[in-house]
């Protein structure tokens, strides 16, 4: 009787059930998801490829797309795999701790993306308000150490999930009704008191979160002076374009998150679960495959090399690996 208590207590695994209510179109929904993956991987480990090799673009603002590239790929692989095994093989079970590890991936990934969305608007702040000083402020010793904070700063605030959802007591279903372990999505599970964790999930949603856009918004609150005061039309139109694919990142992140934050708080019983996680899928999935995508189309720079290397030309230069 101790040890079924201490089993259901401590559960030795979950069940993740995928989209609820929309089981049968598991397999159609996996195509859309894969198609999505692929293109992330191929897009932001190109993306890698080129800044790492191509003399160019070894910029602060390259500096930091490759930082966001590299978080994408962390987040997408850390979710998408298992939800691909889960539609395609029904390979639903996933170990108590190893839910825990999905969870820290996930969370602190996404906290670090929204902190490298903040470092580019700073980024586009120093170059068009600063730009003689641009290089000066932005050296590489000072975007490894931004960087590093960055990094450390979720890592610190997630940590933290993992013990509050462990300490948890769980008797009720080990069902998840998800594709991958969110903080909430198992802490619902417990029977015991959840208030800490939803209090804490919040907390660490305004510190990351808010304090990000309070910063974004800031920066191009001053870009956007500084861009007015041009007495150049093309001067500003070219300052502005700049930051036209660091937007598009902004919109494809934060949009997704905004409504998966708010709907499970304020319409969680109004809109259907089965929306819930798609949009919460997108929210992993649609960054990492469209920030490559718009940065390719909107930065002449990356579109150079991409084209001198399909054309076959020796203008990008080669080292061995």
């Not at 800031?218 to 502005?240: C, E, H, P, W």
């Not at 002449?300 to 203008?315: A, N, T």
């Amino acid at each position: 009787m101790l040890m079924l208590n201490k089993t259901e207590l401590n559960p030795a695994s979950f069940i993740l059930n995928g989209v609820p209510g929309l089981e049968d179109m598991h397999i159609w929904i996996s195509f859309p998801f894969c198609s999505m993956y692929v293109v992330a991987m191929v897009g932001n480990c190109g993306l890698l490829y080129l800044i790492r090799y191509e003399d160019s673009l070894h910029k602060p603002m390259y500096y930091f797309l490759a930082m966001l590239s590299l978080t994408d790929l962390v987040i997408c692989t850390s979710t998408i795999p298992k939800a691909l095994c889960i539609f395609w093989f029904q390979l639903k079970k996933i170990d108590f701790d190893e839910c825990l590890v999905q969870m820290f991936f996930i969370h602190t990934f996404t906290g670090m993306e929204s902190g490298v969305l903040m470092l580019m608007a700073l980024d586009r702040y120093v170059a068009i308000c600063y730009p003689l000083r641009y290089s000066t402020i932005l050296t590489n010793p000072a975007i490894a150490k931004v960087g590093f904070v960055t990094f450390l700063r979720g890592v610190l605030l997630i940590i933290p999930f993992t013990f509050l959802t462990k300490r948890l007591p769980y008797c009720r279903s080990n069902i998840i009704h998800h594709t991958f372990c969110d903080h909430m999505s198992v802490a619902k599970l417990s029977c015991g008191n959840v208030k800490i964790n939803s209090i804490y999930g919040l907390m660490v949603a305004l510190l990351i979160g808010g304090f990000d856009i309070l910063c974004i918004t800031v920066s191009y609150t001053m870009i956007l002076r500084a861009v007015v005061s041009l007495s150049s039309a093309d001067a500003r139109q070219k300052a502005f374009s700049t930051c036209t694919a660091h937007i598009c990142a902004i919109v494809f992140s934060y949009s997704p998150a905004f409504f998966s934050f708010f709907s499970h708080r304020f319409g969680s019983h109004t809109i259907p679960p089965s929306c819930h996680i798609i949009v919460a899928n997108i929210y992993v999935l649609l960054p990492p495959t469209m920030n490559p995508v718009v940065y390719g189309v909107k930065t002449k720079q990356i579109r150079d090399c991409v084209i001198s290397i399909l054309s076959g030309s020796k203008g990008t230069k080669s080292h061995g690996i």
